[in-house]
């Protein structure tokens, strides 16, 4: 039972963090909450004697090397079909890695602010891993349940907006013809790509396989306005939306006739509540 329960809380949504401005929002809350605790707290011994430079500008170091691994690892492109299926087990287990080359790379520098002759040993790589594990450990059990259930709490709430605001859309029927591909748009409930095919689902039950991209199909669309983008791989009539809910990630809804939930990717968020809006 405490199993199960934890592989659900581990396969929970996250959000992804590492590109673009986020990721220089994260490196920046890192700096200064490493430079804060490192500096007034003094978490581990402290010999001043072998210390080639004040402690200050120490601290000011080692903060600074999560900042610096951020910005490699920002180098490597994630792909998104990675991204946007990204959970809190993916997540721990890149923090967890990322907190492994923190402390290598602290150890690596110790020839630059200690004067020890035993720099270079298997004892104080030991130390700097363990030490970064104990201080990431300790921002992680901080700062992840408060992001996590500030995520929630935000998702959930404009969801709550969103269902009060599109109580009011007004199904508009017309009828689309491109290619061998004619269909009531009002009759459309969503759309789902699968590379070059796309999966048509209807309010009937009815169920449609074309070989198109969902480029494609967007690109027709793009005149309906209750016809929007929610996921790369995902078309929806927002007329059949009958629920909205929130978490990490983003949204979650619930479509007439159709038991699985629609997801909005959290890069979809702000162009998905301006369009609801705009209703």
Known sequence: MITKKLANILAQEYPYYYRGKTLWAVSGILFLMSLFFNYLFEPFHVYTPEHKMDYFYISLLHSLTPVFLLFVFSLFKIPNTITEQWNLKKELFLVTLFLLFIGMTQFLMRDMVYNNPNNWSWQYLFEEIRNTFLVGGLFLLILIPLNFNRLY??????????????????????????????????????????????????????????????????????????????????????????????NAQGYKLELKNYAEKIPVSRNMIAPFNKKIKSQ
């Not at 404009?158 to 199904?171: G, Q, Y």
């Not at 061998?180 to 095919?197: R, T």
């Open 153 to 246: 709490a935000r998702n959930t709430k404009n969801a709550l907006a969103i269902n009060a605001k599109r109580n009011n859309l007004i199904a508009s029927p017309t009828t689309i013809k491109i290619d061998d591909l004619s269909f009531n748009v009002n009759h459309l409930l969503f759309v789902k790509s699968d590379g070059n095919y796309v999966e048509l689902f209807f309010i009937d039950g009815n169920k449609s396989l074309k070989r198109k991209t969902i480029k494609d199909l967007e690109l027709a669309l793009q005149q309906y306005p209750s016809i929007i983008k929610t996921h790369r791989s995902y078309l929806v009539n927002t007329n059949h939306i009958v629920n909205i809910s929130g």
